[in-house]
T-cell receptor, first 116, second 117 residues
């Protein structure tokens, strides 16, 4: 059982380049999330999808777009990368369909992105 | 707005000694509270959660956490630390009330636990 799978594991971009981070889960979870982790700042929510066909902004959505392709897959796109987007990106999923769910999150192993 | 504070960047403890990692929170309503652990180059793993009921919650790997409503705290504890417990620990809170920004889970900044022989 793979859980949450993220690709790629590492990526280096030049300022202005674009890329898509891929995420897939095999747990039949309804909700999926994208977080970024920066030193001393914990995890910050970029976008989430409470169910297939819906997406909503989190705390730090600027510079990102997302697509909930189907129930399994949730991708994050950087249209024009900036050095401020250098970070570790985590995808997560949970059983809840949004709202005040108490379902824990299941995380992938992250994508380490450097923008020069 | 909800928030989580983890006042210690790092906690050092000798193997076999009890450990405590502190967490305080702020929400407008009643909270769901979570602890996660992160090992190097890995994603976060769920340890335990408080929903309602007994204030002492037991979780994975011998960890437990105590919910204290009056002090708005949810400290993580373990009676006897292991070197393998060394990792980064995150506390997180979610308000039970659906505020419209649904599913927003707020994380603390993390506490690094170092267990030495």
């Amino acid at each position: 059982n793979a859980g949450v799978t993220q690709t790629p594991k590492f990526q280096v971009l030049k300022t202005g380049q674009s890329m898509t981070l891929q995420c897939a889960q095999d747990m039949n979870h309804n909700s999926m999330y994208w977080y970024r982790q920066d030193p001393g700042m914990g995890l910050r929510l970029i976008y989430y999808s409470a169910s297939e066909g819906t997406t909503d902004k989190g705390e730090v959505p600027n510079g990102y777009n997302v697509s909930r392709l189907n129930k399994r897959e949730f991708s994050l796109r950087l249209e024009s990368a900036a050095p401020s987007q250098t970070s570790v990106y985590f995808c997560a999923s949970s059983e809840g369909t949004g709202g005040a769910t108490n379902s824990p999150l299941h995380f992938g192993n992250g994508t380490r992105l450097t923008v020069t | 707005a909800q928030s989580v504070a983890q006042p210690e960047d790092q906690v050092n403890v000798a193997e076999g000694n009890p450990l405590t990692v502190k967490c305080t929170y702020s929400v407008s309503g009643n909270p769901y509270l979570f602890w996660y652990v992160q090992y190097p180059n890995r994603g976060l793993q769920f340890l335990l959660k408080y929903i309602t009921g007994d204030n002492l919650v037991k979780g994975s790997y011998g960890f437990e956490a105590e919910f204290n409503k009056s002090q708005t705290s949810f400290h993580l504890k373990k009676p006897s630390a292991l070197v393998s417990d060394s990792a980064l620990y995150f506390c997180a809170v979610r308000d039970r009330v659906n505020t419209g920004t649904a599913s927003k889970l707020t994380f603390g900044t993390g506490t690094r636990l170092q267990v030495t022989l």
